[in-house]
């Protein structure tokens, strides 16, 4: 068995015991495009985020590369929360950072505070802008691979999702729709 898959393996039979030792309860979480679009035209809710991620994907790489994650979150819930960061045991280092254009060039800046999820708002990680940085992988992520990461918030906890490697973005490839 390959170093990278021994990891995932590790990290997910680890994930329920990190779970259960959170002193957060976790949110509850949908994810794929149908829950993504299938509240869209309901009132406001109060109370609670209610965290719904969809869209998510990340680049391939070679191993000791770097590369980038992504994903929509959306709050379906009456308060704000925050994303404070990112997990996997898939790199040395996992970051949330921002690409912006600054005097004519493309610089990325990690997001040390995190990034607010406004109540009933959405915010959309894509490249060319905020992005999950994967730095010094310890595998290879090759298209079909699946990238398990934990996105910690501040109100909602921990939840776990996994982002599929691909070479484009799921569900924004020239109309096409995949389901997550």
Wanted: aromatic content about 4%.
């Amino acid at each position: 068995m390959t170093k990278f898959r021994l990891l995932t393996l590790a990290a997910l039979l680890a994930a329920p015991l990190a779970l259960s030792a959170c002193d957060k309860p976790t949110a509850k979480v949908e994810t794929g495009h149908e829950a993504m679009e299938a509240d869209h035209d309901k009132a406001p809710a109060t109370g609670p985020a209610k965290i719904v991620i969809a869209h998510n994907w990340a680049r391939p790489a070679a191993a000791g590369g770097n590369t980038a994650g992504y994903f929509h979150v959306r709050n379906d819930g009456g308060a704000p929360d925050r994303l404070l960061g990112v997990e996997s045991a898939v790199s040395a280092k996992t970051e949330l950072h921002q690409s912006k254009t600054e005097g004519g060039v493309m610089v990325m800046t990690p997001l040390a505070d995190g990034v607010e999820i406004p109540a009933g708002g959405d915010i959309e990680f894509n490249p060319g802008g905020m992005h999950v940085m994967f730095i010094g992988l310890t595998g290879p992520l090759k298209v079909g691979d699946k990238v398990p990461v934990t996105l910690v918030f501040r109100d909602s906890g921990r939840i776990a999702v996994e982002l599929p490697v691909q070479t484009m973005s799921a569900g924004h490839d020239e109309g096409e729709h995949h389901d997550h």
